[in-house]
Each structure stands twice: as C-alpha cells, then as structure tokens.
C-alpha cells in the first residue's frame, strides 16, 4: 500500500510545557502534557488507526474507530477551523464541500514536512494518490469529486466521504470529519428536501458512540435561541461526549464592560449544565492571500488579542483560573489532540479484538470462494451437490404443505386479502358479496392456507345463485323442448337453462379457485429456501449442498419450480372443466336421477345439510369468533328452509308427501321475484308431479284434477304460451315455474360439482404432484442435461473473472485487515 514506510516513521509533536494544565474530564479538564517517552507510543496509536480508518472507508467495514466529528450551522465557522487545524488555507469555504459531502481530513505532524503534502484516497480503494502541493488543487479535487458522486448518485447531498491525508510540520496529529453544515432552506436549483436530508445525514454520522461531536455556534447566537442545540441534544442529550465550541467570539466581546457580565457568558449555566463548558474561539476574518505562515502568525495574534481585550478592556478583567483553559483556539486544538489520543489508547485492546473476529471472517469468505472457483471445473461435485439442495428445497416443500409452521408464519404468511392482491385474480367472478372464509384475518402458508382457499371457494360457489332469464329465452328454449314429447318438457328445458347458466358462472370461479390456490404453492419456494437456510445454520451441515452464491443456479431452480406449478395449474384447470363438461352434459342424469337425494339422507333437506357440514368443517381461529361465518352461512341460498315453510297444500295428507318423496323433490333455491315463496314451491310440487313419467296414476290423477286454472294457463290451442303483461308473472304462471326448476337445477349442479367432483380434483391435482412429483420434475429440469448445458447454470460467461476478481478484492482486504492487525498488537505490547 502507498505511503506504508510514511506510515511507520511519522514523528509525533510534543506539546510544550506551556500547555500543560491538570487532568481532567471531557468538559472540565486539560491533558497532561505528552512526555518524550510516550511520544513514540502515541504516534504508533495514530498511524494504526489511520490506516485502519483508511481501510474501513475503502471496504465499506463499520468499525469503532474513535473519531472527532465537526457539527454546525452553515456559516458556523466549521471550514475556518479546519483550516486552523490545519495550518494553511485552501479555499475549503470557496468550493462549498460542506454542504454536499463530509470530508475526513487525516492530519500527521511531520517536522519535515515543511510545505504541506496533501493526498486524497482514491474512490473504493484503500490507496492514496500522488501528494498535492497546490492550495487551489487541493479545493479543485474536492469540488470535482463532489460534483461527480452527485451526479452518479443524482442527490444533492451524499454521505460518502472525501478522504484527505494532510502531512505538515505545523498541523497536530488528529483526524475530523468535517460535515455538511445545517441549512434552513435549499439553495436555488437544489431539491425542497435539501435541509432534511443534510440533518439526517449528519445525524447518521454523528450518532455512533465512539465519535467525538464537536459542535459549533456563533457568539451572536444566544443559547436560548439557538437553531440547532435541538438537533445536538436529540445525539448526545447529555452533551457527555459533545464538544462546544462558540466561534467568532471576537464579535461578541465588545458587549462586555464588566466582570460579572463576562463570567456569566463564558459559564453558559441554565443552558448546557453544570458540567458542560464551552470553549471560545476566534480566527482571523482576513481572506486576501497570505502566505501559511502569516496565516498561523495572525491565528497566534487572534488568540492574544482576546486575552489582552478580556484582562484589559473589561473592569475586573475575568476568572482566568476558571475559563482561561477554554479560550482560544490553541487551547482548543491541544484538547482535541489529547483526547483523541486518549480515546485511541482506550479503544485499542477492543479494536485488537475486533481485527481479529473481521479477518477470520475474510478468510473463511476467502476459503469459500476458492472452493467456488475450484469447483467450476469439478462436474461431479456441483451436480451432486445441486441434486441435494434440490431435493432438500423439495422436501421442506413437502413439510410446509403437511403443517410445518416455521419460518414464522406472522413474517412469511399472508392474510385472504393479501392473497388477492398480491396474486392479481382479485375477487371472484360473479360474486357481488364480501367472501370472507374463517380465518381469513389470519396470516397463513403452506396447506393451511390451501385450505383456506378450498374453503372460500366453496363460501363463493353457494354464495351464486341462477341468474335470472329474460322471457324471450325461456321462450325459446321452453317451445323448442314442448314439441318433443315424453312429457318432459318443461324439465329439459329448465335443466338446459340451469346447465348453460352453470358453464357460464362456475366456470371463471373455477378457474379463479385454479390461480389462487397455484399462487399459494408459488409462494412456498422463498419459504422453503428460508427454512432450508435456517435449518443448516441450526445444525451446521448443508456443506454437501451448500450452493449459496450461485445465482445462476438459483434462477433456474426458481424458473423450474414455478414451471412445474404452472404446469399442474393448467392441469387442473383442464381437469375441473371436464368435470364441468361432464355434469352439464345434455347426457348427465343430475337433474333427473331419482336417488339422488337418497344417496346422501331420506330427507329434503339433506342436501341443505350436508353443504352447512362441509363448509363449517373449517374451523374458525380468528379472535373475531365465527359469528361472520355463521352470517355467510344464513345467506348461502342451499340452506335448508324451515319446516314451517314447506306446509303442505290443503287438502293432502300421506299420499301427497309419498308422491314428493317418488319425484325427490330438493329444496328449492331462492324463489323467483315474480311470486311468493309458498306459492312458488307449490306449484313446482305440483308441475313436476304432471311431468314426471313413472308416477303413481292416483298422484298424476289428484294432481290433474286440481290444477284445471294451471292447465287453462299453460295448454291453450296445444301449445305452450306465456301470458303477457301480469299473466306471466302470476302463481303458476310457465315463466315462473321454469325459472324457478332451473333454480333448483342449477343448486344440483353445483352441489355435485363442488362437493363430488372439484374438491377432490383439486386436492389430488395440486398437493399429490408436489408431494410426490415435485423432486423428480425438477431432477429432469435441472440435472438431465450435459454437462455444457449444465455448468452454463455455474459458469455463465464473465462468471470466472468475477470471481477472480471479487477473490483478488477479498486477498486485498484480508491483507490490508491482517496488516492493521499486526500494529494494533504491536501498539496493544506499549501500553
């Protein structure tokens, strides 16, 4: 690394005795002075942490380094000071750095240095450029530095620093990060949030404990009234390792004329507290162009001045024993050195230990990443080693269909309607209410959010009922089927209408319930490589079957697992639509088989039951309770109706409910607007009677005898008519009875469908094929291919001289870390 042998033989400067003054705390003490002994000590301490915050910078490394970070207001005298510490001018204030990017100024006293020799660190690297000698250089790579981070990065401020070494016989061995000053409002062409994003910047870098604030004001400024003291606070609240510096206190001296009123400036009391004292400082105000040593020399008469003004211009003169040691920037300059020399001593046995946990770290990242390299060229290796994270990410799969509740379902789950956003289906089709499944609120994966689905699907397919027909349609369909005979008629027209209304409603739920449930296995393959990831940390194995930074393979391994879900969606979709085709068949006996009520219960309302049982069988966990479920069931139109409502119409007895029981007459659905309730099922009892063949002669003879008014209504001139006006809309009316046997056609469809057919359809379509397929379809995806084919997965091109490249850059950063861990043993055998 450039600059190593400079590193190494930088002298230390001795601060005379003249500034030697008790030892004390932070706020209220002075350092001793540093005898020639420890001097060797103290600049060993240094250049360590030099190089190592040099190191940090470059690689991005967060470590503890004791630091002296400068805070304030625009205009606060932050640049000035710097300048100071520094003992030569550079136009800093010109290039307006401040606001725009910190700049981390590295100062070494070198007493051969008798010109300064500046060098900026080069960007992402831990080597310094050619040294500068140049004032307006030296402010010309600032700026153009500045501008061009701002442009990549297109802010108008940035929180990457500017890194500067600065070897000068005359300036002390101390390092501060001059920051971006505070500002009330953005400069013109800079964006509204300028201000806010400079004081979260600058919070973020003065936030870490181990930093030193050193906070400036103008004396114009009073405490009670300053800007940014708020801002500090929030920090430091107890300003235990913050720093006040009031600067240009020249231009608050001439308001003094008496002792006591000066003691009680220069105390701050009610503002900072009792153990917090300010130093006051005051810097030349002439900017023409001096020479370095004019500028120190007026530094120096700056600092007298002040004394002489404070002891001769104001009656009584000041406490000196008190506030002498706070005055003055040489004061101030001789504390911060002490003190970062002082954190530096006692920062050194943690930053020992620090070193030695990050190059372990860097040299196990470097053992795997030659084992990456090395095992480009082993076939064998990556193949089997690929064949087991595959079927390990198969397994855990598997697990989290069969109940697995890790990783932690309230980070990884979603709720119901989180799964309806984020899949894009959104509601489903045809349903106008709110479908809320039980548990709904719940945040699920894996099965039981597949149940979930299952679940909401049913609540939505008995939430649907028949849509209504115009009286044309009906029309058209009724007197197509009236001239066929068999007395059957109005039942094959009513079951050709349920049957094209279930094609052209269930159908889109179907494939709705198809895309949610494939959006539910798609989510498992993140949660399976978290629960593969943690479960070789919780055991330390998977080394066989470590593939972690092979992007390549990763990508495909995704890329084929969503395949294969695609793949059984599509399936299934195909699978649940034969259903479909088959129950709505012209050729299926849905409408008409005569047992099937009897293959479920010897009731009416068995139907009605057995829907109520299957759906309630999904427990509701919520902390809701099951009361909205329990008011989606008393909705769904398959609900058993009460027996009360199903009276019996005057005038039979026995035989008439043993004729319903030969025709299986189902609970009929929501009835048709055009008539009441009771006076709807009525009529159906009595039109499926005349139509049904293989009926008892006294049934079809009763039922004849009183319905003549029915037979004056629908046989007129030996067709069928419908009325117009109120005539079809009346009891018994053709329109009403069919529309309301499509009704009650379509609820058998349906039931059969989701209850006979799709449910199971489902479950076997999706859960068995990843249970039992999944491994094997991804097998032949991945791994039953060439070898050529298959290292292009490992080794796309570029690939090798990436990793060469980010091995060489982990050689450079174990190197640059295990040298830094080398002088901070030498220096831990100093103290």
């Known amino acids: 690394m450039a600059a190593t042998n400079t590193f190494l033989t930088t002298p230390t400067k001795t601060p005379s005795s003249q500034s030697a003054h008790p030892k004390r705390s932070l706020h209220n003490t002075n350092p001793n002075p540093l005898d020639p002994s420890s001097s060797s000590a103290a600049s060993s301490r240094f250049e360590a942490y030099n190089r190592l915050q040099a190191a940090a910078v470059a690689f991005g490394e967060k470590l503890p380094i004791p630091e002296i970070v400068a805070l304030g207001g625009q205009s606060d005298g932050k640049s000035s000071l710097l300048e100071a510490l520094l003992g030569f001018r550079f136009n800093v204030r010109e290039v307006e750095m401040g606001t725009r990017r910190p700049l981390i100024m590295q100062m070494v006293h070198d007493p051969s240095a008798l010109e300064p020799r500046c060098r900026f660190q080069e960007e992402d ?114 300003f235990r390792r913050t720093v006040i510096v009031v600067s240009k206190f020249d231009n608050r001296l001439k308001e003094f004329s008496d002792r006591w009123e000066v003691d009680r400036y220069l105390s701050a009391s009610g503002y900072l507290g009792e153990n917090t004292r300010p130093f006051f400082v005051a810097l030349p105000k002439d900017r023409t162009t001096v020479s370095n040593e004019e500028f120190r020399r007026q530094i120096s008469q700056v600092d007298e001045g002040v004394l002489r003004h404070l002891r001769e211009g104001i009656k009584g003169g000041f406490d000196e024993e008190k506030f002498k040691t706070h005055i003055g920037f040489g004061c101030l300059r001789e504390f911060l050195e002490f003190e970062l020399q002082k954190r530096y001593k006692e920062a050194t046995p943690a930053t020992l230990a620090l070193l030695e946990q990050r190059c372990n770290e860097v040299t196990s990242d470097l053992a795997r990443m030659d084992s990456k390299i090395q095992a480009t060229s082993d076939v064998t290796h990556l193949r089997r080693s690929a064949m087991i994270y595959a079927a390990s990410i198969s397994n855990h799969v598997g697990a989290l269909l069969d109940g697995a509740a890790d990783p932690a379902p309230e980070q990884w789950g979603k709720t119901t309607i989180e799964e309806q956003s984020q899949s894009g289906v959104g509601s489903w089709p045809g349903v106008t209410a709110d479908v809320r499944p039980a548990n709904a609120n719940l945040r699920l994966y894996g099965g039981a959010a597949f149940e979930r689905v299952m679940h909401e699907f049913r609540c939505a397919a008995y939430s649907i009922e028949c849509p209504p027909l115009s009286r044309e349609k ?358």
């Open 125 to 238: 690297s831990e080597e310094y450029g050619s040294p500068v000698v140049s004032s307006s250089t030296i402010a010309d790579i600032i700026k153009s530095r500045t501008e061009a981070i701002l442009k990549k990065t297109k802010t108008a401020v940035s929180s990457k620093p500017i890194v500067m070494r600065a070897e000068y016989a005359h300036c002390p061995n101390l390092t501060i990060i001059d920051t971006p000053g505070f500002v009330l409002k953005a400069k013109k062409g800079e964006p509204d949030n300028t201000p806010d994003e400079i004081l979260q910047m600058v919070k973020s870098l003065a936030s870490p404990p181990h930093r030193i604030l050193v906070f400036l004001q103008q004396s114009s400024v009073e405490w009670c009234s300053s800007l940014w003291l708020d801002a500090i606070r929030e920090i430091d609240p107890s």
């Open 474 to 831: 009906v029309a058209n369909i009724l007197l197509a089927h009236a001239g066929r005979g068999r007395g059957r008629g109005l039942t094959e027209a009513a079951a050709e209408i349920a049957r094209a209304a279930a094609r052209s409603w269930l159908a889109p739920m179907l494939e709705t319930a198809c895309e949610r449930l494939a959006f539910v296995l798609l989510n498992l393959f993140d949660i399976a490589l978290e629960r593969n990831h943690g479960c070789d940390s919780d055991s330390g194995s998977g080394k066989d079957g470590n593939m972690e930074g092979y992007v390549g393979f990763h990508a495909a391994l995704r890329h084929a697992y969503y395949r294969f879900i695609k793949d059984i969606s599509k399936q299934c979709k195909e699978l649940v639509q034969h259903h479909l085709d088959s129950v709505t068949s012209s050729y299926s006996e849905v409408c008409y088989e005569n047992d099937f009520q009897c293959g479920f219960g010897s009731s009416g309302t068995s139907f009605s039951k057995l829907n109520q049982s299957s759906v309630s069988l999904f427990l509701e966990l919520s902390e809701k309770g099951a009361a909205p479920h329990d008011e989606t069931m008393r909705d769904q139109e398959n609900i058993p109706l009460e027996k009360s409502t199903l009276e019996i119409t005057p005038g039979k007895g026995a035989d008439g409910r043993e004729a319903l029981r030969e025709c299986q007459m189902t609970i009929p659905e929501t009835p048709s607007p055009d008539q009441p309730c009771d006076m709807a099922i009525n009529v159906v009892k009595k039109e499926v009677g005349n139509y049904v063949e293989a009926g008892p002669r006294k049934r079809n003879s009763r039922i004849t005898g009183n319905s003549r008014h029915m037979e004056h209504l629908r046989v007129q001139n030996g067709g069928i008519l419908f009325g117009n006006g109120d005539a079809g809309s009346r009891p018994g009316s053709a329109y009403s009875e069919i529309c309301l046997s499509a009704a009650q056609h379509f609820a058998r469809i349906r039931e059969v469908l989701v209850e006979r057919s799709v449910t199971s359809a489902l479950n076997s379509g999706f859960l068995t094929p990843c249970r039992e397929r999944l491994v094997v379809s991804l097998g032949l995806d991945l791994f039953a291919v060439n070898d050529e084919k298959f290292m292009d997965m490992f080794v796309a091109p570029g690939a090798i001289d990436d990793l060469q490249n980010e091995r060489q850059s982990l050689q450079k950063r174990q190197k640059i870390l295990q040298s830094c861990l080398n002088e901070f043993k030498t220096v831990a055998r100093k103290l």
